[in-house]
């Protein structure tokens, strides 16, 4: 059995991604398309920069919401690019290679693209056209761009599914997708996608849907694949073990952002980003030594209509400080959390004295709780709430509580949106990387 | 029938039983002939014990904790012996084991969005719920008591009155965990409670699962194919194949000692952190309408010998506690006396192909 | 591939099998009659003379007359005939025609979108809130000088008021399939949009046209006579109309004489109501959301537990 595959990534790039923004502008009710409302905007991929190196495989890795899937389709311009450009040099004759903008292009040379770049999508029961057999399913392609027809068309399909490991690809070709296996249809969605020979694949969660003792049979056909075919993968996933074992390079990805980016064994032996940890930690392993982690974030990713002022993970980070951009609506989080704790009674009494928690959940850096009557209670509750837990980041980040006449001020402290930094072997985005040398005392490295 | 589990002696003594399962079938019909998808499977569940049920789709785990609750499909036949505090599930009439349903047998399913009302607030689905099987129950009481589950699932009281739409993935999940938990059930069946989430709410839920025992001493049948969520969340562990159920016992010794070789490769073709080359059981779960002959894991099992292909192994207990259905570890461990050399030579078969697979 | 058509059929339940099996029985009965109207017929639809003789009027029902005769010396057997055949070719040919014309348009509507899309969801609604019959009468009046009275222009007022179904129905299944993964795939193979259409929606999108077509055939048939029975349908000299034989028989029923409307008003239903079962029926065996599988009996031999397999179990 295969063991890990030698690397052979040249260094020299495939794809650049450059400042890269995929916005969807969000459909509000009927009532606000009428009035010509505006409804906001998904920014499903926020500024990405990633270079894919030719021959390597790439991992996306990041919860459902956190945009890889936007990104890997913008690869292919499946998903239109609001900023930023995706730039495909394309091998040409003697070594020379050509730029392809690929978020500029349309029409038939978007298509054409199609020869060099492919997918291989998560689903394999919905990425099969239902009522088409297998060979025209498989086929397809090379009509599409004119390389084969009529004749010459079976023995090529015929080729590509034996790759895949449909043999004898007579037994496959005449059936439709209801009457293959799930693995059997992912093999055949993959021989569609390699039968243009192209140089990237995009396989967008290719084998989340099959069953345990498929995935390990589909993930090595991927492997086999590359060596034989010299392809360079983007894979993207939500699982790190298979994305340990898979990729040379892992980007983990965060509400439309990349978080940390580096090598794998790097990102493995020490992750950085709080968000990578957390992701390490949640994986359910077969382990029976290992319990259920205590420490995990709470909550889930956020609306990536109304992301989190600062660090978009910083509601959610254990290790958050007073800079990753504290603001009302986690107040809001915090108040309820402690109200999860309360009796009924004492929970009916405090919410009264607060009053609405709705005027919380529009960022704001300073907000009042309260009514200026009773501002010494609600003071006096944060202060519990404080002293229940004195660890809670968010305390960190809030930089004075007063009474005024309207209730109790909160103000937040400044917080900034860190950038992707250079940090050891790896690029996080994360205030807490690189180490600040004033915190550390210099060492030589 | 009611006295017979508040009986003293049923209520206090903790080392009984909540759920005992014996021989129980489950076949459908179909135009092929009846679909084996549960045949003759036994196993116990004591309070407050989790027990996972793990294997691959197809396999009939589903089928068994529907079974369990009486909501199989029309077309399926089930039979056996089926205890709920040592009364007889199977022969109740149907209006009784409604009433349980709910009260006493709970069941949080894998799309909580599709199980709940979305015109209804959570309010009104906790009232919909309570009132069903407590008729007289009041508004405020039922409030107190949506509440307090409420908070064990970390749902805040801000959000009682909402609706479905207004939750996340996650506390949708919860808070098909705290309708079924509203009851105090004595026994929940978990089909696939996580599947359709991400890695750290799932993480959460399983938390959360893990919990019920200390919160409710509620009885746990999880069923799931991951095989991680078993070794983090159970207490003991069944492996099923094919309809039935090859290896249970301590979760502990399951993962570390595998005995059956079905779920030493389905460990070992799971991929973990740990994980540095790939390894696969070849072939596919058999078609459950003509399951081979003999062991039904014999066609894709390494350790096969001529007996597998012929005999039906028998379960039987192991030195280390669990028990297991396996000619070979009955060899392993001197439960099959009475095999001859020809029994036990190496099974000769034909080669399966790559794609053949599930 | 015959299995694949007629695996529906064989897992329906009783009802609706029995349906289906009786529409298609009577709808037959009808398509023999209209095949081999001139050799069932004993005259031709317009004939008033035998051997230079002519029919009696309003005779009753006999032996030489089975239907007796109407009051322009037909034969009311022959014209029943004959007005199936007249009937299913009309009603084929305005099928077909909107099958034609609001497919295509529903797929590209559907797949196109925007303003493609509004425009004409926005004509295809106006043509639908018209009342049928009106909108016939409207577009007989319209070809009656291009294309005469005959059959042909019979069947293209009819069309027009099919192809809003069509297009409705098509158009719906292709926003939803629009979105589907096997599109996105064919988009990430490169495919152009029209055989995106052709090839990957249009398999999909048709599922339940032919529900729609027999359905609208049976509705057809009642909006054909009713064309007919105000005068504004196929013209007495070009074929043999069952509508406009009950508008002549109008005036016979008061004085008493029954048979002249009794057969073709029977026709009629019988025709619409093997179209409409037909159609029933194969909406309950192609739409999945009806479809009840049929149930197959359990037999379970008695149970071995597993004790009983302990060793020493001979083989």
New interface residues.
């Given amino acids: 059995?295969?063991?890990?595959r030698d690397v052979t990534a040249t260094g020299e790039s495939l794809v650049d991604i450059r400042d890269l923004e995929v916005h969807f502008e969000l459909r509000g009710g009927m009532l606000k398309r009428l009035l010509g409302m505006d409804t906001g905007t998904v920014k499903a991929v926020d500024g990405v920069n990633i270079s894919l190196k030719r021959g390597e495989v790439l991992g996306l890795v990041g919860?459902?919401g956190s945009g890889k899937t936007t990104l890997g389709?913008a690869m292919?311009g499946?998903a239109r690019s609001t900023k930023g450009s995706i730039t495909y040099h394309e091998r040409g004759g003697e070594g020379q290679t050509r730029e392809r903008v690929v978020s500029q292009l349309k029409g038939a040379d978007l298509?054409?693209?199609?020869?060099d770049l492919?997918?291989v999508?998560?689903?394999p029961n919905?990425?099969?056209?239902?009522?088409?057999t297998i060979e025209a399913a498989v086929g397809?392609?090379l009509k599409?761009?004119g390389i084969a027809k009529g004749e010459d068309l079976r023995p090529r399909v015929a080729a590509a599914l034996e790759r895949?490991?449909?043999?004898p690809a007579e037994q496959?070709m005449s059936k439709?997708p209801a009457d293959l296996?799930?693995?059997?249809k992912q093999?055949a969605?993959i021989a569609?996608?390699i039968i243009?020979d192209p140089e990237v694949l995009v396989a967008d969660e290719p084998v989340s849907m099959?069953?345990?003792?498929?995935?390990?049979?589909i993930?090595?056909l991927m492997?086999d694949l590359k060596k034989d075919l010299g392809l360079t993968y983007v894979y993207i996933t939500?699982?790190?073990?298979?994305a340990?074992?898979f990729c040379d390079r892992i980007a983990i990805m965060y509400l439309g952002r990349v978080v940390e980016i580096g090598p794998t064994e790097e990102i493995?032996a020490d992750p950085k980003h709080p968000y990578t940890k957390?992701?390490?930690?949640?994986?359910?392993?077969?382990?029976?030594n290992?319990?259920?982690?205590?420490d995990?974030?709470?909550g889930?990713?956020p609306d990536a209509a109304k992301p989190p002022l600062g660090c978009s993970f910083h509601p959610r980070c254990p290790e958050a400080v007073a800079e990753c951009g504290w603001e009302s609506r986690d107040l809001r989080v915090l108040l309820?959390?402690h109200?999860?704790?309360q009796e009924?009674t004492s929970?009916e009494e405090e919410?009264a004295l607060v009053g609405s928690?709705d005027r919380l959940d529009d960022p704001q850096k300073t907000v009042t709780l309260g009514s200026g009557a009773d501002s010494a209670r609600v003071r006096g509750l944060l202060d519990r709430i404080r002293q229940e837990n004195p660890s809670e980041p968010l305390w960190s980040g809030v930089d004075e509580i007063s009474e005024t006449g309207d209730g109790v001020e909160v103000r937040f402290h400044q917080g900034f949106d860190p950038e992707l930094r250079p940090s050891g072997g790896v690029e996080v985005a994360c205030v807490l990387h690189p180490k600040p040398v004033t915190v550390e005392p210099f060492r030589p490295e | 029938m009611t006295e017979l589990y508040d009986a003293p002696v049923a209520a206090r003594d903790d080392n009984a039983p909540v759920i005992d399962a014996q021989d129980i079938r489950i076949w459908y019909g179909s135009e092929r002939g009846p679909v084996k998808a549960v045949d003759g499977v036994s196993f116990s569940l004591r309070k407050g014990e989790i027990l996972g049920l793990v294997g691959?789709?197809g396999c009939g785990k589903s089928t068994i904790g529907r079974g369990l609750l009486g909501l199989l499909p029309p077309g399926a036949e089930m039979d056996g012996a089926l205890r709920f505090k040592g009364e007889d599930l199977l022969a109740l009439p149907k209006k009784e084991m409604f009433a349980k349903r709910g009260a006493e047998l709970g069941m949080i399913f894998q799309e909580p969005l599709t199980r709940l009302n979305p015109l209804m607030r959570i309010s009104e689905h906790f009232e919909e719920t309570l009132r069903t099987h407590e008729k007289s129950i009041g508004k405020e009481e039922i409030?107190?008591r949506a509440?307090?589950v409420?908070?064990l699932m970390?749902?805040?009281?801000?959000?009682y009155r909402s609706y479905p739409h207004e939750f996340?993935?996650?506390?949708r999940q919860r808070l098909m965990i705290a309708l079924a938990l509203v009851l105090r059930p004595a026994f929940v069946v978990a089909d696939e409670p996580t599947t359709a989430l991400?890695?750290?709410?799932?993480?959460?839920i399983?938390?959360i699962l893990?919990s019920l025992r200390s919160e409710f001493e509620t009885s746990l049948l999880l069923i799931t194919?991951?095989?991680?969520?078993?070794?983090?969340?159970c207490d003991r562990v069944a492996v099923m194949y094919a309809g039935e159920i090859v290896e249970i016992g301590d979760?502990?010794e399951v993962?570390?000692d595998p005995q059956h070789p079905y779920t030493r490769?389905?460990?070992r073709?799971?991929?973990?952190?740990?994980?540095?080359?790939?390894?696969?059981?070849p072939g596919?779960p058999p078609d459950l309408v003509n399951p081979p002959t003999g062991c039904h894991f014999h066609p894709r099992c390494p350790d096969a010998m001529n007996i597998c292909a012929t005999r039906h192994p028998v379960q039987h207990a192991m030195p280390n506690g669990t028990r297991v259905q396996c000619w070979a570890a009955d060899l392993a461990h001197g439960r099959a006396p009475d095999l001859t050399e020809d029994d036990t030579a190496p099974l000769v078969r034909e080669e399966i192909?790559?794609?053949d697979?599930? | 591939m015959l299995n694949?058509l007629l695996a529906p059929f064989r897992n329906t339940t009783g009802l609706a099998r029995w349906i289906l099996v009786t529409g298609i029985v009577i709808t037959i009965a009808f398509v023999v009659m209209a095949v081999f109207a001139p050799w069932l017929a004993p005259l031709d639809f317009n004939q008033q003379k035998v051997d230079g003789v002519k029919l009696p009027k309003l005779a009753a029902p006999s032996d030489d007359y089975w239907f007796g005769t109407s009051d322009q010396f037909y034969d009311v057997f022959s014209r029943v005939i004959w007005g199936a055949r007249t009937a299913l070719v009309v009603v084929t040919l305005s099928v077909l025609f909107s099958v034609l014309i609001g497919v295509p348009l529903g797929l590209i509507s559907g797949f196109v979108g925007g303003w493609t899309d509004r425009m004409l969801v926005f004509v295809m609604d106006a043509l639908y809130a018209f009342p049928t019959l009106l909108l016939a009468i409207v577009f007989s009046f319209l070809l009656r000088d291009a294309l005469g009275g005959g059959v042909t222009a019979a069947a293209l007022s009819l069309t027009v008021i099919y192809i809003p179904q069509y297009f409705r129905v098509v158009r719906n299944t292709t926003v939803s399939a629009r979105e589907?993964?096997?599109v996105?795939?064919?988009?990430?193979?490169?495919?152009?949009n029209s055989?995106i259409m052709g090839?990957?929606l249009f398999?999909?999108v048709i599922q339940s046209v032919p529900v729609i077509g027999t359905l609208n055939a049976a509705d057809a048939i009642g909006t054909l006579a009713a064309l007919g029975f105000l005068g504004f349908g196929i013209q007495p000299n070009e074929a043999s109309e069952w509508g406009y034989d009950l508008n002549r028989a109008l005036d016979d029923a008061s004085s008493g004489i029954w048979w002249t409307a009794l057969f073709p008003g029977l026709a009629i239903v019988f025709l619409i109501t093997g179209l409409t079962l037909v159609g029933e029926g194969l909406n309950e065996t192609v739409n999945p959301s009806l479809r009840k599988r049929r149930i197959r009996k359990v037999e379970m031999p008695p149970n071995e537990p597993t004790t009983a397999l302990v060793e020493g179990r001979t083989r």
């Fill in positions: 059995m295969q063991t890990k919860e459902s389709r292919l499946l298509r054409s693209l199609r020869t492919q997918m999508f998560q689903d919905a990425a099969l056209n239902p009522s088409m397809h392609p599409i761009h895949v490991g449909l043999a496959f439709y296996s799930g693995g059997q093999r969605v569609r996608a243009l099959l069953d345990m003792s498929v995935r390990a049979k993930l090595q492997v939500h699982d790190l073990a298979s340990k074992f493995f957390a992701l390490l930690k949640a994986i359910p392993e077969p382990d029976p290992k319990m259920v982690p205590r995990l974030p709470r889930e990713i309820e959390e109200w999860t704790r009924t929970y919410q928690l | 691959e789709s409030q107190r509440l307090e409420l908070r970390g749902i805040p009281p801000t959000r996340s993935g996650g506390m991400d890695v750290l709410v799932e993480a959460q399983i938390r893990h194919h991951n095989l991680g969520i078993i070794a983090e969340a979760a502990r993962f570390s490769e389905l460990l073709s799971t991929i973990s952190l740990s994980t540095t080359g790939l390894n696969f059981i596919a192909s790559v794609a697979e599930a | 694949r589907s993964t096997y996105e795939a064919a988009r990430a193979i490169g495919a152009k055989s090839r990957y398999g999909n």
